[in-house]
């Protein structure tokens, strides 16, 4: 997620005198860390590509394992890591880094509804930046409906229509592959009639 830390492994307990380590990054193979045990050389190279390193890399000067810190979306991709001393040796690692994210809203669409209505209408929304996410309504531990995004920036939104005497708990919830988010509704709070007073148009609760 980002902001956390990555730590590349290269399964050495101990670098060997012999040992010249790479560190590459991308589809460029751009040189982003080198070890030369011998010459003792640790360097990382913070200005490539595009910066998107700078003061983020550090090596571990025992094994070599190469930590990213404070991550972002932009160091998603492919790290390469080549050891060359008695044999060489290749890995490959891939990095996936997701956004946090935020906290989905639950708004009446209609802001109210006549009188002789027994139903609310009901949207539950979040504008992302990020991808690989989905937005789900629920019923207890029930999935109602659920839309997904793969792009980044893009505004997800989801109706649902509830009884005011609807008395099954109900939630929306915003998920990627490793967190989410999730609001409850409080039927009471949103879904209101035109002859009864000033709906509250958004009510959130993030667990």
């Given amino acids: 997620m980002e902001g956390d830390s990555v730590t590349l492994n290269t399964d050495l307990t101990e670098i ?3 040992d010249d380590i790479l560190w590459k990054f991308g589809a460029n193979n751009s040189l982003i ?6 010459q003792q050389i640790f360097s990382t190279y913070d200005d490539v590509p595009d910066g998107r390193f700078r003061d983020r890399l550090k090596l571990d000067d025992q094994t070599g394992s ?7 979306t932009e160091h998603a991709g492919d790290y390469q890591l080549l050891i060359s001393g008695g044999e060489l040796t290749s890995k490959t690692f891939s990095v996936s880094v ?3 994210l935020p906290v989905p809203l639950i708004s009446n669409s209609s802001q109210c509804s006549s009188s002789s209505s027994s139903s609310c209408s009901l949207v539950c929304s979040s504008v992302l930046n990020v991808s690989d996410a989905t937005l789900s309504w629920y019923k207890g ?18 109706p649902l229509e509830v009884e005011y005497q609807d008395k099954n708990t109900y939630s929306c919830v915003l998920n990627n592959p490793i967190s989410n988010q999730t609001t409850h509704l409080d039927i ?12 509250l148009m958004i009510y959130s609760q993030c667990l």
């Fill in 98 to 100: 997701y956004a946090r």
């Fill in 16 to 18: 060997r005198e012999r």
């Fill in 66 to 72: 190469l930590i990213i810190t404070n991550t972002t």
């Fill in 33 to 38: 860390a080198k070890i030369k045990k011998k």
């Fill in 141 to 158: 531990i029930s999935v109602l409906s659920s839309i997904s995004v793969c792009d980044l920036s893009i505004s997800l939104s989801l």
């Fill in 188 to 199: 009471n709070t949103l879904c209101h009639t035109c002859a009864g007073t000033t709906a």
